[in-house]
C-alpha cells in the first residue's frame, strides 16, 4: 500500500496511525482528515515509523496540537507536500519545541516558531506547504536571522483563511522561501503592499500563478509590480474582492503579460477604461476571465467584450447591474462555445 486516506471515521483514534506507520513500508500518501479522536500521539507514532519514507501528508480537522508539528519538522525528512487545516490547537509554541538548529535559538517566544521549523528542517525537499483555517495562528513579529537556511525546494505556497497572519509573515516567506512558482495568500485580511513587496522582490523564480482573493487592504501598487516582475510567465492572477485594485493592474498586464489565461478581478475597481485596455492587448490569449461584483462595467463596454469574448472559455459577468440582458445575448452570440455567467 503506498497511499491511505481516512475521512470522517469518528471512531478511528491513535492506534491506527500507529499501525499504519509499523505496517506499511511503502507508505508515501497519508490524508487524515476530520477524525476527532487522533491526536498528538497518533501522528507521533505515525511519523516515529514512517517519516523517513511519507513524501505526501494532509492533516485536516484533528485534534492536534503544536506538539505534532513539531514531531513532522524532526521525522518528515522525505516530506515533498504538507497540507494541514482546520487545526484549532495549533498555537505560538517556543522555538525549543520545534527542536530548531542552535543558529536560531533565542529567538522570542511570542514567535509562531512551528510553521518556521519546518521550513527549517524539512527544506531541502519540501515542494508544497498549505496552510488553511488555522484560525490560532498569529503574525511572525521578529526579523528571520540572517543564518536561518532558506527552504528553496519549496515551490508552491499556499495561506488560506488564517485571519492572523499578516504583513510580517508573508515577509519571513520571502526571506526563506526563494523559488517559489505558486503562491496563493487569500482571505488574508492582514496582509497589504508592503508584505507582498518583500515577498515578491525576494523571489528568485518566476511567477506562474498569483491568487490574492479577499485580501482587501492590497492596490495596485503591489498587482502592478507582480506583474511586472512576472509578466513573461504570470499564467494565473486572481484578486476577487481586492477593492483596492483599479484599471491601473490592467495597463500593467496590457504593458507587461504575455502568458496570461486566467484573470479574475471579480468585486474590484474595475471600469469600462479598464476594459479598453485589457481589450487592446492583442498579445493576451485569455482563457478565463470574471468581472462578476464590477458595478462600474457598464453595457457601454459591449464593443470591447466582444472583442475579448472571442477567444474565451468562461467569462463571468455576474452581478453587474449595469450590463443588461441583450449585451449578454450578444456576446453568446459571438462566441456560443463560450461558458457565459451572467
Known sequence: MTSLTIDSCSKIGNKSPKVVGQYCPNLKLDVLKNCPLIRDKGIEDLFYSAGPILTEVELQAL?????????????????????????????????????????????????PSWIF????????????????????????????????????????????????????????????????????????????DEGLFHLVNNCEANLVAMNLSGCVNITDKSISAIIKLNGKSLKSLLVDGCRHVLDATLVEIWNSCWMLNVLDISKCGITNSGITTLSSAIQLHLQILSLSGCPLVSNNSLPLLLDLVQNLQGLNIQQCPNIISRTVDALIEINPGCDILS
Open 63 to 111: 485534534h492536534i496540537s503544536d506538539i505534532s508539528l513539531k514531531i513532522i519538522s524532526h521525522h518528515g525528512t522525505a516530506l515533498k507536500s504538507l497540507a494541514v487545516g482546520e487545526l484549532r490547537r495549533v498555537i505560538v509554541r517556543e522555538f525549543w519545541v520545534m527542536g530548531i538548529e542552535p543558529s536560531v535559538r533565542g529567538m522570542p517566544l511570542d514567535y
Open 117 to 192: 521549523g519546518i521550513l527549517l528542517k524539512c527544506g531541502k525537499k519540501l515542494k508544497n506547504f498549505s496552510l488553511v483555517k488555522c484560525l490560532s495562528v498569529k503574525d511572525l513579529i521578529n526579523a528571520v536571522p540572517s543564518k536561518a537556511p532558506c527552504c528553496n525546494s519549496l515551490v508552491s505556497l499556499t495561506i488560506r483563511n488564517c485571519l492572523g497572519v499578516g504583513n510580517a509573515t508573508v515577509v519571513v516567506v520571502g526571506r526563506l522561501c526563494h523559488k517559489l512558482t505558486y503562491i496563493e495568500l487569500s482571505g488574508l485580511l492582514c496582509i497589504a
